[in-house]
């Protein structure tokens, strides 16, 4: 990612705030500072990047910000699913290019974990500690006293790699920098917490009926004093027979593989796959077979097949030819099942870019 990528970016595409914005000296401008509608021949409006002002604005000193920038490059999309299979966390990467010596957004903090990455110019940063510990979005108190406590302060270079743990307070300016931009990429790790098991055991509550029923509201005391000990009895139960860990578990099996390209009709089957799950794919063995948890699928799989299935979700990309020969078996038709299954893909040659110097072999999963 570099700086003219990201222009080329947001210019060639249809995008609106919030995940495009602009920011002066910490604030942010109005839409109508950087975008314009454009009519086609039909009169239906799209607004598009006004290149001229954005153009003007980038010279004058702003901040631009592209969220979720691994849906627009195929890099970024590899970088931030070998960083879920790694962390076991849903991850997502934004893009920051401040122009001149503009400064950045007021003392604050993030609801997750955040690795910044410097890639192009220098950027100063005051990172301090929590002023409430692990604070949330969504929380029972405020959390709007900045700590005095500095944790570190200096400047990042290309290369450089800044960790900023949940609740931090910190802020980056390019303002006392002569060169004229910055680029850095934020890695957020968004981590599980006890309220998000608590709210996955919610859910799992509608499976019984007790907690599907009403409410008493006008029973006698006796009959609501049953109830609560009912209730609560059930409660007990299901915590205890769900723990956090089967929460974590189902987290990573049931979610549905992230945006990639779509197949195109073609002539044969692809040569080279690779798995792209959220998270590594979940392998056990049941009897005679492997059974697979990946991307909201489960399927079942011979387990003579078993160094084929290895290979195929590793996240590597595999020449489905050279596995064959490898493995001793055909793999094309088990790489066709979990292509139809969403847990493979073709190999594009935009996304065989992505993994060049990435990508070091070894399986995603070990069997017991």
């Known amino acids: 990612m570099t700086p003219s990528r990201l222009l080329d970016i947001v210019t060639r595409r249809r995008l609106e705030p919030p995940q495009l914005r602009l920011f002066q000296d910490g604030r942010e401008l109005h839409p109508n500072a950087f975008l314009r509608p454009q009519v086609n021949r039909r009169g239906q409006t799209l607004r598009m990047v006004?290149?001229?002002?954005?153009?003007?604005?980038?010279?004058?000193?702003?901040?631009?910000?592209?969220?979720?920038?691994?849906?627009?490059?195929?890099?970024?999309?590899?970088?931030?699913?070998?960083?879920?299979?790694?962390?076991?966390?849903?991850?997502?990467?934004?893009?920051?290019?401040?122009?001149?010596?503009?400064?950045?957004?007021?003392?604050?903090?993030?609801?997750?974990?955040?690795?910044?990455?410097?890639?192009?110019?220098?950027?100063?940063?005051?990172?301090?500690?929590?002023?409430?510990?692990?604070p949330m979005y969504r929380d029972a108190v405020p959390?709007?006293?900045?700590?005095?406590?500095?944790?570190?302060?200096?400047t990042l270079t290309p290369g450089d790699v800044l960790h900023i743990p949940r609740g931090h307070w910190h802020q980056a300016t390019?303002?006392?920098?002569?060169?004229?931009?910055?680029?850095?990429?934020?890695?957020?790790?968004?981590?599980?917490t006890g309220i998000d098991w608590l709210a996955w055991i919610a859910d799992q509550a509608r499976e019984l009926e007790i907690f599907r029923r009403d409410l008493i509201r006008s029973g006698s005391d006796e009959e609501r004093e049953a109830?609560?000990?009912?209730?609560?009895?059930?409660?007990?139960?299901?915590?205890?027979?769900?723990?956090?860990?089967?929460?974590?578990?189902?987290?990573?099996?049931?979610r549905p593989p992230a945006r990639h390209a779509p197949a195109l009709p073609a002539a044969?089957?692809?040569?080279?796959?690779?798995?792209?799950?959220?998270?590594?794919?979940?392998?056990?063995?049941?009897g005679g077979?492997?059974?697979?948890?990946?991307?909201?699928?489960?399927?079942?799989?011979?387990?003579?097949?078993?160094?084929?299935?290895?290979?195929?979700?590793?996240?590597?990309?595999?020449?489905?030819?050279?596995?064959?020969?490898?493995?001793?078996?055909?793999?094309?038709?088990?790489?066709?099942?979990l292509i139809q299954e969403g847990i493979c893909t073709g190999l594009t040659d935009e996304l065989s870019s992505a993994y060049t110097g990435l990508v070091t072999g070894g399986t995603s999963w070990k069997l017991p």
């Not at 077979?289 to 590597?316: F, M, P």
Request: proline share 5%; hydrophobic share 45%.
């Open 50 to 134: 006004d290149t001229p002002a954005l153009e003007n604005l980038l010279d004058t000193g702003v901040t631009l910000v592209l969220d979720a920038a691994e849906i627009f490059d195929p890099a970024l999309e590899v970088a931030t699913r070998a960083l879920r299979w790694w962390s076991h966390e849903v991850v997502q990467v934004n893009a920051y290019l401040t122009t001149r010596s503009t400064g950045g957004f007021p003392l604050h903090w993030d609801d997750h974990d955040v690795v910044v990455v410097q890639l192009a110019g220098n950027k100063t940063w005051d990172v301090r500690s929590h002023s409430r510990r692990v």
């Open 268 to 286: 044969h089957e692809p040569d080279v796959v690779v798995c792209v799950t959220e998270f590594a794919p979940d392998v056990e063995r049941a």
């Open 227 to 254: 109830e609560r000990a009912w209730l609560e009895a059930a409660a007990v139960e299901l915590l205890r027979s769900r723990p956090p860990a089967a929460f974590l578990t189902d987290r990573e099996r049931s």
């Open 143 to 154: 959390n709007s006293v900045p700590s005095e406590e500095v944790v570190w302060r200096g």
């Open 174 to 192: 390019h303002a006392d920098h002569e060169e004229p931009l910055s680029l850095h990429l934020t890695f957020g790790f968004v981590k599980r």
């Open 289 to 337: 077979d492997l059974v697979v948890y990946a991307g909201g699928r489960k399927i079942t799989v011979r387990e003579r097949a078993e160094q084929a299935l290895a290979l195929l979700l590793s996240g590597c990309p595999i020449d489905l030819e050279l596995a064959g020969v490898e493995c001793g078996i055909n793999v094309r038709p088990l790489a066709q099942i």
